[in-house]
């Protein structure tokens, strides 16, 4: 009898593994709710959201160095994890759309914000954590890959025959296809080797911001044929980690400097489209006299962009998988909750608290930006400028003021999304009917928005031009408060060097910690700047006692190199965030099991 119960008990226990790991994985899916469903967490793997990266049948053909194919490894070599259920052998965040033998590779939000650690030799899948992906390693290789293939006729014949399918393609074939593939490359190059620093950004990290920026003003304003400005490409040198996805669509701020307001549909679609059109959206804004028609060649997918929203909000914070303390940990919650110094202080800044609310009476969660010591070089890549090309005096009313021939390249950013949106909004999508949304008169013309009969941005829309609080956006505004437009808000800016203070909902997932990934652990947060770690590893193995990083790694990893207080700007210091550093070492161990159970 006693064997019967064991061997059913041993079969339940078995199934529910089973279960939690998926069909046919060796991964454990960490519970996340009861919304986040295994159909939802498929969807979110591949859904389109508009980006174009690469034709499909020319990766496929792609060698790397070692003479292997570039997807052999299903670019695991990258960080990027597997996604079996993915025909073409790509990993999970990468999509290909179009129908067959013509589709391209494009990348979605999973890519970046999918994690997988491991502890005690098993592996737990984090879905909407951030993900601890070289980005950078991927896209210089990939840079490589064409180069090699471009750089010669005998170079490029093995490819043309595995792209075309034959070992004897047509002359006319193998020519209309260089052409195909020397127009993509030299954008592509263009903007690798002038945006990609020397240094790279490490497993986890990307300067996103620098890179939609160096995508929207490098590659997609400039004239035809190619719509480039190469000088407008700057080194995207100010790394930050990807941050965590639960609860995003709740604040009432996003981006790392808190730059843009959140917390409604709207304002979602306006992150949203911003991001795509850094990872390789196509976008060829056009005037058509001196109207911006921002719809003309966008593959921005709008409905795929609102459906990964809808997504991320099933999306619940991890719950710790391995033993909690109860005890301790509620002794912890006391100390989360009390001010410093007598508390951490944690409380304040990053419990849940009533954020600003949106339209219609939508409820958000407080997110204060404040400076708290930490880096300051992203607030270089927000004083970034560039010629402002095609939109070059462009303006939506009462949304955006005309942007100047040089201007700040978040202005640019900020014209171009809301004028997507509003675009897309008020045709329906039909990219072949201008909304009228934008105009860009010659200097000196005397039209007017009357004239021009350009549309105001509707009631629905009326905080999309917060999505982006930047000097254009808030003149706009304040311009609009003058004419008595009963929606125009102004927003203030955000303080320099301030930096957004999430909710921790699932923080033990989200190592390492500040802004630009330069702290291993929790633990050692709570450790005064000047004695942090230098220097520590970065990779899956987790630590769960001091929560973060393990001090050892396997592949993929690497070891990164922090610096100190006196080197704030270095886009890689440890500096900053002295709260909870004067607690006891009894205290900090209960803070940090009681953040366990966040």
Not at 335 to 347: D, L, R, S, V, Y
Not at 361 to 381: A, C, E, L, M, S
Not at 462 to 473: E, G, H, M, R, S
Request: with cysteine; proline share 7%; glycine share 10%.
């Amino acid at each position: 009898m006693l064997r019967t119960h064991f061997l059913i008990g041993l079969t339940l226990l078995t199934a529910m593994m089973s279960s939690a790991r998926g069909a046919g994985t060796d991964e454990i899916y960490v519970d996340q709710g009861t919304d986040w469903t295994t159909t939802a967490r498929a969807d979110f793997y591949v859904r389109d959201q508009g980006s174009r990266l690469i034709t499909l049948s020319w990766m496929l053909a792609l060698k790397q160095r070692n003479g292997h194919p570039f997807l052999a490894d299903g670019l695991s070599r990258y960080g990027y994890l597997p996604n079996p259920g993915n025909k073409a052998g790509l990993p999970v965040g990468f999509h290909a759309s179009g129908p067959e033998g013509l589709q391209i590779v494009g990348m979605t939000c999973s890519a970046c914000h999918t994690r997988q650690i491991e502890v005690a030799g098993l592996s737990y899948r984090v879905d909407g954590g951030p993900a601890l992906a070289d980005f950078y390693a991927f896209l210089g290789d990939l840079d490589k890959a064409i180069g090699d293939v471009t750089a010669s006729d005998a170079t490029f014949a093995p490819f043309a025959a595995a792209v075309l399918q034959t070992a004897t393609p047509a002359a006319a074939d193998v020519a209309d296809l260089r052409r195909q593939v020397d127009a993509w490359y030299v954008r592509f190059h263009t903007i690798m080797s002038r945006a990609l620093p020397s240094n790279g950004w490490g497993l986890g990290r990307l300067d996103a911001v620098g890179m939609i920026f160096n995508r929207v003003s490098g590659l997609d304003i400039g004239p035809p044929p190619d719509f480039m400005i190469p000088e407008n490409i700057r080194p995207a040198d100010a790394p930050v980690r990807y941050p965590f996805l639960w609860n995003a669509p709740k604040q009432d701020k996003t981006q790392w400097p808190g730059f843009a307001n959140n917390g409604s549909d709207v304002l979602g679609l306006g992150r949203n489209v911003g991001e795509v059109l850094g990872v390789f959206a196509t976008f060829e804004p056009k005037r058509q006299g001196p109207i911006i028609n921002f719809l003309s060649n966008n593959s921005a997918n709008f409905d795929g962009l609102s459906k990964l929203e809808d997504l991320v909000k099933t999306i619940g914070a991890p719950k710790w998988p391995w033993t909690i303390d109860a005890t301790l940990a509620a002794r912890g919650k006391v100390i989360f909750e009390q001010a410093a110094p007598q508390g951490g202080g944690c409380n304040g800044c990053h419990g849940i608290a009533d954020g600003d609310e949106r339209f219609p009476f939508i409820k958000t969660w407080k997110t204060p930006i404040q400076n708290v010591g930490t880096d300051t070089r992203q607030y270089d890549v927000l004083a970034w400028t560039a010629n402002t090309g095609v939109l070059q005096g462009a303006y939506i009313p009462l949304a955006t003021v005309p942007l100047k021939d040089n201007d700040l390249v978040i202005n640019i950013l900020a014209t171009s999304v809301i004028g997507s949106i509003a675009e897309n909004v008020l045709t329906g999508g039909v990219t072949s009917s201008n909304a009228r949304i934008a105009a860009a008169p010659l200097p000196g013309a005397l039209e007017t928005p009357q004239s021009l009969q350009l549309t105001r941005l509707p009631p629905a829309l009326q905080d999309l031009p917060t999505a982006f609080n930047t000097t254009n956006t808030m003149e706009a505004a304040r311009q609009a408060k003058e004419l008595g437009s009963p929606r125009a808000a102004v927003v203030e800016a955000p303080p320099k060097n301030a930096y957004e203070a999430r909710v921790l909902q699932g923080i033990w997932a989200a190592a390492p910690y500040l802004h630009n990934g330069s702290v291993p652990t929790l633990a050692e947060l709570l450790k005064p700047s000047a004695q942090r770690k230098s220097q520590f590893s970065v990779g899956r193995k987790y630590d769960i006692e001091d929560v973060g990083l393990a001090a050892v790694q396997g592949q993929p990893s690497e070891t990164r190199s922090v610096t100190d207080c006196s080197d704030i700007h270095s886009g890689n210091s440890r500096c900053g965030h002295e709260y909870g550093t004067s607690l006891s070492d009894e205290d900090k161990k209960a803070l940090l099991e009681y953040l366990k159970t966040l």
